[in-house]
């Protein structure tokens, strides 16, 4: 791993961390939202789900394009629908238009998780794949961190509609950074061989201080297409279905907490901007635990490591539910709970790196979370559902757990990803 490789993945964990601000953006805003449109929990349910289920469409369907165009132009338009997505966020007036532009960034935000995660696995050495998946994830939630330490100062001057502008200034400049720094992957070149691929190629190479090659290397037997119907073939078709389960149960899991817990503190009696440091700290946790999984949970003890962390979101999400008599107590159970869901969750991303071959890679990724992203989504509309019902929050808390659990078994199923398919450049040595 060279400067430039490692720039490459510093500029998607800084993509990611855009991610997680962009999509907890609602989640800071959500209390002066219901408070100016007058909507119950059930209705706010569905509002912040919106963005995931957008999430959902874009990583099945922008994680193809992926594999079609290239990573880097499916970045970049991406960067287009998330920056009109908040933008248009902060100019809303009804719950019917809020929907929409959350759609609209959600698209965005799904197609960047396919195509970051394949760029990073792509540019990322075979030794530090995994860590370099890991720690991309891990960008989430610093985004969320440092969005949610800028959304309670915002929160204390202006309205929630400052959050939206605020997300799509930093949204138009990663638009700007990646149009100068980031090239397309040296290993989408060599499979998809674009007419001008190796002159690329040899421009990349300089810049990760190798030699240019003379010709492109020779193709290794792989999947020849990166369609959807590869993915469900005899040959993948198991490795999909489980991470798709796997990821779709915990997800639900983790976004219950995630998205819901600036609206519980407030109904405690909290103002807003206390309502976001306890999701900071939440998120705190779960940066700390991205990075716990990341440099323990490496190659072979990925599985073991991941169904433990699992097992113990099912816990601390159980315990979330008894909630705390001071915030103190709150935030740090928040913590704990973000530690444990969130090293969950890059785990999955990990798996899907090592699981899938670079020819169908960002579709294997899209799909995955794309679908898995239903789970998503429905776990803020569960929630809400539930406690517009009369259901306490341990009662909500212990429902909404048992997502982890069905992760944590679906881990323990999964194939092994020993054997990953090596890529081209892998083969010469590149």
Wanted: hydrophobic share 55%; glycine share 12%; charged share 10%.
């Amino acid at each position: 791993m060279n400067g430039f490789q490692i720039m490459a993945v510093v500029l998607c964990i800084l993509l990611n961390a855009l991610d997680g601000f962009d999509v907890l953006a609602i989640s800071f805003a959500s209390p002066g939202i219901a408070n100016e449109w007058a909507i119950n929990r059930a209705e706010l349910g569905i509002v912040l789900a919106m963005e995931l289920a957008g999430m959902a469409i874009g990583s099945v369907l922008l994680g193809n394009i992926a594999d079609k165009i290239g990573r880097r132009p499916t970045i970049l338009w991406c960067l287009v629908l998330m920056s009109a997505g908040m933008y248009g966020a902060s100019h809303v007036h009804t719950v019917t238009e809020m929907i929409i532009v959350r759609l609209l960034t959600g698209l965005g935000i799904g197609g960047m998780l396919a195509s970051t995660n394949a760029m990073v696995a792509e540019f990322a050495n075979a030794k530090y794949r995994n860590l370099a998946v890991i720690m991309m994830a891990t960008g989430y939630p610093l985004g969320a961190i440092a969005g949610g330490s800028v959304s309670t100062v915002l929160l204390q001057h202006f309205d929630w509609r400052a959050i939206f502008e605020f997300g799509a200034i930093c949204t138009a400049a990663c638009l700007v950074l990646v149009w100068f720094l980031l090239p397309e992957s040296i290993e989408y070149l060599a499979n998809k061989r674009p007419a001008d691929a190796l002159a690329r190629i040899n421009q990349t190479l300089k810049k990760m201080g190798h030699e240019a090659i003379e010709r492109l290397p020779d193709p290794i037997e792989a999947v020849k297409t990166a369609s959807h119907k590869v993915l469900f073939s005899d040959k993948y078709k198991a490795l999909t279905l489980l991470l798709i389960l796997g990821y779709f149960a915990h997800i639900m899991t983790f976004y219950y907490i995630i998205k819901w817990i600036p609206k519980i503190v407030v109904d405690m009696g909290y103002q807003p901007s206390l309502a976001g440091e306890v999701l900071v700290w939440a998120n705190v946790g779960g940066a700390t635990g991205a990075l716990f999984l990341g440099l323990t949970g490496s190659g072979s003890k990925l599985r073991p490591m991941l169904i433990g962390v699992l097992v113990m979101s099912f816990v601390m999400v159980g315990l979330f539910g008894r909630g705390q008599e001071t915030l103190t107590g709150l935030s740090t159970i928040a913590a704990l709970t973000g530690f444990f869901t969130n090293a969950g969750v890059v785990g999955f991303y990990a798996m899907m790196a090592s699981s899938f071959p670079s020819d169908i890679r960002a579709s294997g990724t899209g799909v995955v979370i794309g679908i898995g992203r239903g789970g998503a989504a429905l776990g803020p509309v569960v929630a809400g559902f539930l406690f517009n019902g009369g259901f306490g929050l341990q009662s909500v808390s212990i429902v909404m757990a048992v997502g982890a659990i069905v992760a944590a078994g679906v881990v323990f199923l999964l194939p092994s990803s020993d054997k990953t398919v090596a890529s081209p450049l892998e083969a010469t040595g590149k």
